[in-house]
């Protein structure tokens, strides 16, 4: 279905078009008619299949722009996915002048206070950073007509459920609710019925892979080792268009700038960026005038370029849905691809639970040797040189080729050709990629196989910004099992707050499917 089809203003249409987006998507072209109407959802559908659009657009078609009271609220587990969130909400929004402010731990209050002062229409916060402006009386929300609650057992699983219980209760009953979440398991019911009327439900499919065309393998490195690994394995696959996935926006500045030091045709997108910049090195890539598009999970997210024929996982996916969105961008159209993760010996167990939920083996792979790089590398500059040969008129250099003949053997300039040629042997050229703090160790059975994130899902530290407190930024990759000071800056995570997973009071629902 098309965004034209959906009821929506010229301004939003405008600003869905500026970021190229033509067709709705499955959970877009489901929950926008029905959240337009007013009318509780609860969607569920897997990371990266535009959720954030899915609300959005319906909250920014109802936001009343001469109304300067909190008219939405949008509760996220993270600090990332809210200042995702809020990024989302802007550019959609920009056109219409609707306000969007985020407030989430780890920042500083004062000065959230100040931008409150602003009166934006729209707030996204996380639990704890929300309930401080309740207390302090900087954020009322006794006007609020929207409510959501984005990522919503991951938020139970971090033990938010008291503090989401809290916020709520400032919150009018004649709010309209709207609850999304990858999946719907007993306690998610209990909140629909505790803080939703009459819910109508869209059920969105997980994608899956065509494992028939799809490759795939592991290597299993030192941390220290992986530039070098990765590299080697340029060299001996000779890739024609490729995706490296980083797991921190620091992560692929590095990446991408040793890559570009080796030789490599190399460009990095993050959310740092800006939308001009990624933009640019998008069409080099699509164009076929870069050779390596290093990214974070977001900035990749709702990428759609043909021709992908390898995709590298630098860092392990944390969960089974970030595997299938990364590898998911080659192998398509008929045509084969091919995936390579790279694996810690102690983040082993994240690997076997991917394998596990997504129902597909990974085959092992063995690092290549400097000695088989370099004959990947000689493979490929003899190619350069035939094609040189082939497809160039070299004669106004025979005449200075005759003198060369005259002072070296053939043999001699064909090797100085090839050296020329080829790339740098990596040891020649050191590259430093700073040490990620490895994924907490866990075993391969994750929680107990009930079929829900494993104990590990988003877990791991983020950028070092992060983990100083500072304000984070676009990504996604969070902190599961971590405790709630790291996320919220206070307070105490306490799994003994979340529902019973026994399913108490019944309720009919209405279910919306889609493939």
């Known amino acids: 279905m098309k965004f034209t089809d959906l009821g929506l203003d010229p301004e939003l249409l405008k600003a869905v078009r500026r970021q190229g987006f033509e067709e709705a998507t499955p959970i877009q072209a489901e929950t926008i008619p029905l959240a337009v109407t007013g009318v509780d959802v609860i969607g569920q559908a897997q990371t990266g299949t535009g959720k954030t659009a899915a609300f959005g657009l319906a909250i920014l078609q109802k936001i009343d722009l001469e109304n300067p009271n909190v008219q939405a609220l949008i509760i996220s587990p993270t600090r990332e996915l809210a200042v995702q969130t809020q990024e989302e909400l802007y550019r959609l929004g920009q056109d219409k002048k609707v306000k969007v402010q985020a407030v989430y731990g780890g920042a500083d209050i004062g000065r959230q206070i100040r931008s409150l002062k602003d009166h934006p229409q729209i707030i996204v916060g996380t639990p704890g950073r929300l309930q401080d402006h ?3 009386r900087t954020i009322r929300l006794d006007h609020v007509q929207v409510l959501v609650l984005d990522e919503a057992d991951e938020m139970l699983d971090m033990g938010f459920l008291e503090d989401i219980e809290k916020i709520v209760q400032q919150v009018p009953d004649t709010r309209q609710t709207l609850l999304f979440s990858a999946t719907i398991p007993a306690a998610i019911r209990k909140i629909a019925d505790r803080f939703m009327h009459d819910p109508k439900m869209v059920q969105i499919k997980a ?29 001996v696959q000779q890739p024609e268009l490729t995706i490296v996935f980083g797991r921190t926006k620091r992560r692929v500045d590095e990446l991408s700038k040793g890559l570009r030091a080796r030789g490599y045709n190399a460009e990095g997108i993050h959310g740092d960026l800006s939308q001009q910049k990624r933009m640019s090195v998008l069409r080099s890539f699509k164009a076929g005038r870069l050779d390596i598009l290093v990214a974070t999970d977001v900035a990749a997210r709702g990428l759609d370029i043909s021709g992908v024929t390898h995709v590298y996982n630098y860092d392990v996916p944390q969960d089974p849905d970030s595997y299938v969105h990364r ?9 084969k691809g091919t ?38 590398q000689l493979s490929s500059a003899i190619e350069s040189i035939q094609e040189l040969i082939d497809n160039k008129d070299l004669s106004n250099y025979e005449a200075q080729g005759e ?10 300039l064909a090797a100085a050709l090839l050296k020329a040629t080829s790339k740098d042997d990596a040891s020649e050229v050191p590259v430093k990629i700073t040490p990620e703090r490895p994924l907490p160790r866990r075993s391969a059975g994750g929680r107990g196989g009930n079929g829900r994130r494993s104990g590990g899902y988003r877990g791991g530290h983020r950028n070092d910004r992060d983990r100083r407190g500072g304000n984070g930024g676009g990504s996604r990759n969070g902190g599961h099992g971590r405790s709630r000071d790291s996320h919220e800056g206070g307070g105490r995570y306490d799994r003994k707050k979340r529902f ?14 889609h493939a």
């Open 500 to 513: 019973d997973k026994k399913d108490g009071g019944k309720r009919n629902y209405t279910i919306h499917t």
């Open 339 to 376: 995936s390579i993760t790279f694996v810690t010996p102690n983040e082993m167990g994240y690997l076997r639970t991917i394998e596990k939920l997504t129902r597909l083996k990974m085959q092992p792979l063995k690092a290549p040797t400097a000695k088989e790089a370099l004959q990947g």
């Open 207 to 235: 994608k899956e892979l065509t494992a028939d065309l799809l490759d795939q393998y592991f290597v299993q490195t030192k941390e220290f080792e992986k530039f070098d690994v990765m590299t080697r394995l340029f060299d």
């Open 403 to 412: 003198k060369l003949l005259d002072s070296y053997t053939p043999l001699q």
């Open 134 to 136: 309740i207390n302090r």
């Open 327 to 335: 590898v998911g961008r080659t192998a398509r159209a008929g045509h």
